[in-house]
């Protein structure tokens, strides 16, 4: 089974910097897709950014680019995200989901396996 394990949100300052990680297990993802979207506070599940997991190619919503960074460890399943510049408008639950046939990397019925999970919130 699948299993997928977010950490590293908390509450942190405009301009600070955190970094998630996605553990992943239950088998190999050569050949997946790893991504991480968002959900504020009375809005709409939103697509953050995404990694092949073979390859490594990435891709990124508008809004992030040039702030956020993805990254993968293979010898440890995990999948990164470096968050630095960070605004007040990325505060929300950030989710880790794993697809093993995703073709449109920011449709989120596409991924099949989604973690708890975390929590991030940017102060003013």
């Known amino acids: 089974q699948v299993q997928l394990v977010e950490s590293g949100g908390g509450l942190v300052q405009a301009g600070d910097s955190l970094r998630l990680s996605c553990a992943a297990s239950?088998?190999?993802?050569?050949?997946?897709?790893m991504g991480w979207f968002r959900q504020a506070p009375g809005k709409e599940r939103e697509f953050v950014t995404a990694i092949r997991w073979s390859g490594g190619s990435t891709y990124f919503t508008d809004s992030v680019k040039g702030r956020f960074t993805i990254s993968r460890d293979n010898a440890r399943s995990t999948v990164y995200l470096q968050m630095n510049s960070l605004k007040p408008e990325d505060t929300a639950v950030y989710y880790c989901?794993?697809?093993?046939?995703?073709?449109?990397?920011?449709?989120?019925?596409?991924?099949?396996?989604w973690g708890q999970g975390t929590q991030v919130t940017v102060s003013s």
């Open positions: 239950g088998r190999t993802f050569s050949g997946w897709t």
């Open positions: 989901a794993a697809g093993a046939r995703v073709i449109y990397v920011n449709n989120a019925p596409e991924y099949n396996y």
